[in-house]
């Protein structure tokens, strides 16, 4: 690795479809060198490391018109545009475009893949400088506030100061609460969806299970499977199908599938995917392995199980919730789901709760939805009009220009 | 708490908000607990530039001022406001909503201790068209301001002006300034001795200080 001064910047220019005309297909990234080493919640460092992101829209003059979003723990930074591995529409497609809640047309977008991830950002399957082989498990353990001290270096280097807005829904909701309290006078306005402050035994259990399949495919190799050439694939396909369940709800699953049997007329006695769900759910596993790294999974999963928003800043014992929101001067627009049980509305709450005791500015919908926790990645039309709502009148406050009249570009 | 006003409360600007509003001194900090669909707010907003919040129990009104860019959570006067610090806003409002608290003391109580100052707006349940219905009917009083039966009204504690007075003593608030209102949304002169508002006075408007 070089040691030259300051970061090395690149966009690849990757060929592929693009149905939104000037949305960029190719993902920008940036390389922190080792004299900008990460440093991490465990005491450890990362160096060099390389935050990939993507970008829609156009900075204004004052650079005033920045939305940061960030990803879940499955997503990337193609919130907007075809995926480059799948070919579908970005995970965000519907928020963010010209003319949408999120409107391109008036904010300047910027979404990266977190740091521990595996779209380019530096991740467990990215080289270790020590060796230039993959780290694997050498990588040394992340939390949801390095996903954002890294996101901060990276906002540093677009020498943006303050963003007008970051938002995002579960893990990215996490994400969204860490830099309000870890950077509050550069966040104007905080949209923490379908989300909560620290998470569950039960958000832990599900996360367990999902790390054990992984590794109890014989071809995970202790994290070194990249250099045997194998995927721990029938391990992240059971962690997947596992996640998955706790994304619907039981009425929606219910709806959709309810024991309805998979091309047949009677179950088979074996155990073929006799029901749809099943089906679906394998399904499911099977296309996640083609774009996921199983080490990834562990590490992101294990990030989130760490986060707990009140001990990361209490200064003192006794600190509340409230105590990590103390003085803040950000706006915020708190959203959670009706049938979302693995971030329940009264997650939620309690976050409410907590910046109600701090007298700060807060709007608080919980909408009404048989999508469960996957709603905030839908077309849910209260949920729209809300975030269109907050942002507009934030950005009134903020004297943010509108969009222009008639342009759909 | 919702609005209790029934029908139109989009169309035209409620007497009690404008009243409100002359109250509020611009660029203040602004709770208003029951804050149904942001109209007050909106109004405040508006013509005060106030720095507004509302509380509103119905996710339906809560969704439909998110919606409009107002900061309102939903939530409950009878139980969160104690989640709100001492003295963290210039203004605690509570427009027509007192009546439908399960506890109207604690509740003023909170707002006393959470605003510098706490305008109350509510229906005179001593107005005479309400006593002569009780007196010569015998039946619960409805009136086109209090349009709901007894068995689905949200108003499950109303009280008179007398008895508000009395309680803002109890609880040592003074009055700073009140207005009452006849059926036709006329302010009453000062003039007017209390007895006699707390016969005519449809609806009031304090402004209390702890």
């Not at chain 1, 099977?286 to 990361?312: G, H, Q």
């Not at chain 2, 002569?132 to 039966?149: A, C, F, I």
Request: aromatic share 10%.
């Amino acid at each position: 690795m070089s040691h030259t001064d300051g970061p090395s910047k690149g966009c690849s220019n990757q060929p592929g479809k693009n149905k939104q005309g000037p949305i960029p297909y190719d993902s920008c990234s940036v390389t922190f060198r080792d004299d900008q080493p990460l440093r991490l919640d465990s005491g450890e460092t990362i160096a060099p490391y390389t935050i990939a992101y993507q970008t829609y829209g156009t900075l204004n003059e004052q650079k005033s018109n920045v939305i940061l979003i960030c990803h879940a723990l499955t997503g990337d930074q193609h919130v907007a545009n075809d995926h480059p591995l799948t070919g579908k529409p970005g995970w965000w497609d519907v928020m963010v475009g010209p003319g949408k809640p999120v409107d391109t047309n008036r904010y300047f977008v910027i979404c990266s893949n977190v740091i521990g991830g595996c779209m380019g950002s530096t991740g467990p399957s990215s080289p270790n400088p020590a060796n230039f082989k993959p780290y694997g498990l050498d990588f040394p353990v992340i939390t949801i506030a390095d996903m954002v001290r890294a996101q901060a270096s990276l906002i540093d280097y677009l020498d943006i100061d303050t963003l007008f807005c970051v938002m995002g829904g579960s893990i990215g909701g996490m994400q969204v609460l860490e830099w309000a309290a870890s950077y509050p006078q550069r966040v104007l306005t905080a949209i923490p969806i379908a989300t909560a402050a620290r998470h569950s035994s039960q958000n832990i259990g599900f996360n367990a299970v999902g790390r054990q399949a992984i590794m109890a495919d014989p071809d995970w190799h202790n994290g070194r499977y990249y250099d045997h050439d194998k995927r721990p694939s029938k391990g992240l396909a059971v962690a997947r199908m596992a996640a998955h369940i706790t994304y619907l709800s039981e009425e929606a699953m219910q709806e959709k599938f309810g024991r309805n049997l998979q091309d047949r007329d009677k179950v088979t006695f074996g155990f073929d995917a006799d029901f749809q769900i099943e089906s679906y759910l394998r399904y499911q596993g099977f296309k996640f392995v083609e774009r996921f790294d199983a080490n990834a999974y562990l590490y992101i999963t294990r990030a989130v199980d760490y986060f707990d928003l009140a001990a990361d800043h209490a200064s003192k014992p006794g600190d509340s919730l409230a105590d990590a929101f103390k003085d803040t001067k950000t706006r915020f627009c708190v959203v959670s789901f009706t049938s979302d049980w693995l971030y329940p509305t009264v997650e939620a709450r309690t976050i409410v709760k907590a910046l109600n005791a701090v007298a700060a500015k807060v709007s608080f919908v919980d909408i009404t939805s048989d999508k469960g926790h996957d709603a905030f990645l839908l077309n849910e039309p209260e949920f729209f009009d809300a975030i269109r709502g907050f942002l507009s009148s934030a950005a009134r406050q903020a004297g943010l220009q509108p969009a222009p009249v008639g342009d759909r570009s | 708490m919702s609005e209790n006003f029934p029908n139109g409360t989009e169309q035209v600007t409620r007497v009690d908000h404008l009243l409100i509003a002359s109250m509020v001194e611009p660029g203040t900090r602004v709770l208003d607990v029951g804050s149904g669909n942001g109209s007050l707010l909106a109004l405040l907003e508006e013509r005060k530039r106030v720095d507004g919040r509302g509380i509103e129990l119905h996710q339906e009104g809560v969704n439909k001022s998110v919606a409009k860019g107002l900061s309102v959570i939903q939530g409950d006067a009878d139980i969160d406001l104690i989640d709100y610090p001492d003295k963290a806003f210039d203004y605690a409002i509570l427009s027509q909503t007192l009546q439908a608290t399960h506890q109207p003391r604690d509740v003023l109580e909170q707002l006393l201790r959470i605003g510098q100052r706490v305008i109350v707006s509510l229906p005179n349940f001593a107005h005479w068209k309400l006593r002569s219905q009780l007196v010569l009917t015998g039946r619960m009083p409805e009136t086109s301001h209090l349009p709901y039966k007894w068995y689905d009204t949200p108003n499950i504690h109303f009280c008179t002006l007398k008895d508000f007075r009395e309680l803002c003593d109890e609880l040592g608030a003074t009055i700073e300034q009140s207005y009452t209102l006849n059926s036709y949304g006329y302010k009453l002169p000062y003039a007017v001795p209390y007895f006699l508002q707390n016969l005519i006075g449809e609806q009031a408007v304090f402004l209390l200080k702890h």
